[in-house]
């Protein structure tokens, strides 16, 4: 941390991104730098672990559900366009270097899942925060890491049977989407009510302890379930998104979210061996063209495909160009699992840094591209994204005005339709009523 603190005070002087300055300092105290005497690589892998479910708790906090319902189409066609095409592209690079058939389906799946942490953290250090484009980003991100558990439980098979097991993959997909629905639909129609009535309970060292006790219990709850931890924590913060008490929690965990997003950049960078860029450089400089161009190209399409503008839809392919943490579990995985070539891994690691540590200037390319790009395309292409700019503005406009006649949050929505089945209803009431005799005897 005090390496860290030091060099990225450095880049902020040089008005460069902080978290580029967190990856440099990873690799100067790394055990490949200094050894292990200085600091445990192990240890803070740990920390950066929690960071990851912290960060992901407060990106579930800035995000509404009614979001990802709104941006539904942009986040199926552009997810599934992206996951589609970096697979094949993957694959095929794969068979390119001659690799093994269960090599080239690990790399395709390492390649073809951006990074939430990444991402999020480069739009915020760009003040594109409050952006049109990040909210189908946002989405397109949640629907690759649900996926991304999916392909583990694919690929897992594949290793250890040899072959494809459609029925295994079936069922965890089934029971996945049982899961999200029943966490979102209980915890939407307990959780806010909960928070109301203890509301004048919660202090700021109360709310944060219970904010922090209702995240890493999803946390342990996904786990248990057999689903990623940073799933469940990101869950969590959407629901409690729909809380009164959302903007005061996300104001109150932004210290924390700070501090081990740091530990998570700097476990990053304590990843990489210098002396593999020299070795690997060829197959290093390979994998990151391909993460570029290959997200570039397939985001770009799958959010214009999907009805964004085309400088919305550039913004989100442009912003995607890094590989992230689902793509080190799924090296681990295959490492574990021992059908891994054994310079996959730093290759996947070092193109990760590196691909991360280019994000943000790739980012500020985005305007320029575009206006590169509007102005050397056909005209009948021209008035297309023209005719797709006005479309999406009137719709905001027609958004916006519904949401104020309608005075409903997402949370009073589903609360009020799951309580038309009798039993739900009588559930809920008895459960609203216990708490008023509570607060009764305690007011007597």
Not at 280 to 309: A, D, R
Not at 363 to 388: G, N, W
Not at 413 to 428: D, E, G, M, N
């Amino acid at each position: 941390m005090i390496t860290a603190g030091v060099v990225s005070l450095l880049f902020k002087l040089l008005k460069q991104p902080v978290v580029l300055g967190y990856i440099v300092a990873g690799i100067l105290v790394g055990p490949y730098v200094l050894g292990d005497s200085w600091v445990s690589a192990e240890n803070v892998k740990a920390w950066g672990d929690i960071g990851v479910l912290f960060v992901l708790f407060c990106i579930g906090l800035e995000f509404r559900l009614k979001n990802l319902i709104s941006s539904g189409k942009v986040a199926a066609i552009g997810a599934l366009t992206i996951i589609g095409g970096m697979m094949l592209f993957g694959f095929g690079v794969g068979k390119l270097a001659e690799m093994d058939m269960m090599n080239s389906l690990f790399l395709a799946g390492m390649l073809c899942m951006s990074s939430t942490t990444i991402v999020m953290k480069a739009v915020d250090e760009a003040g594109l925060g409050k952006a049109r484009f990040v909210k189908g980003a946002t989405s397109i991100l949640i629907i690759e890491d649900v996926v991304a558990v999916v392909l583990m439980v694919l690929l897992s098979s594949i290793a250890i049977k040899h072959q494809f097991d459609g029925q295994e993959l079936l069922n965890k997909v089934i029971v996945l989407a049982l899961t999200l629905v029943a966490w979102f639909v209980v915890g939407i129609l307990i959780i806010p009510t909960l928070i109301r009535k203890v509301k004048p309970y919660l202090n700021d060292e109360t709310l944060i302890i219970l904010a922090l006790g209702l995240c890493l219990g999803m946390v342990l709850t996904a786990e248990e379930a057999g689903f990623s931890g940073a799933l469940g924590a990101f869950v969590m913060g959407s629901i409690l998104a729909e809380t009164v008490e959302s903007h005061r929690i996300e104001h109150l965990m932004t210290p924390l979210k700070n501090v081990f997003a740091a530990i998570f950049f700097v476990s990053v960078g304590m990843m990489i061996n210098p002396s593999n860029l020299v070795e690997y450089w060829p197959s290093i400089l390979i994998t990151c063209l391909v993460i570029i161009i290959g997200m570039i190209v397939f985001g770009t399409l799958g959010c214009w495909w999907g009805g964004e503008t085309m400088k919305d839809a550039m913004q989100t392919g442009f912003s995607f160009v890094q590989i992230g943490e689902f793509s080190f579990i799924i090296a681990g995985l295959g490492n574990s699992l021992g059908v891994l070539h054994p310079a996959l891994y730093p290759i996947i690691v070092a193109s990760s840094v590196v691909t991360t540590f280019l994000t943000p200037y790739i980012m500020k390319a985005t305007v320029p591209c575009y206006e590169f790009f509007y102005k050397h395309t056909s005209q009948r292409l021209r008035d297309k994204i023209d005719q797709r700019e006005a479309e999406v503005e009137q719709a905001e406009k027609a958004a916006l005005t519904a949401t104020r006649n309608e005075g409903l949050t997402m949370a009073d929505k589903v609360r009020h339709a799951v309580r038309k089945t009798f039993l739900t209803k009588y559930v809920v009431e008895l459960f609203i009523r216990n708490m008023t005799e509570n607060d009764k005897k305690t007011e007597s």
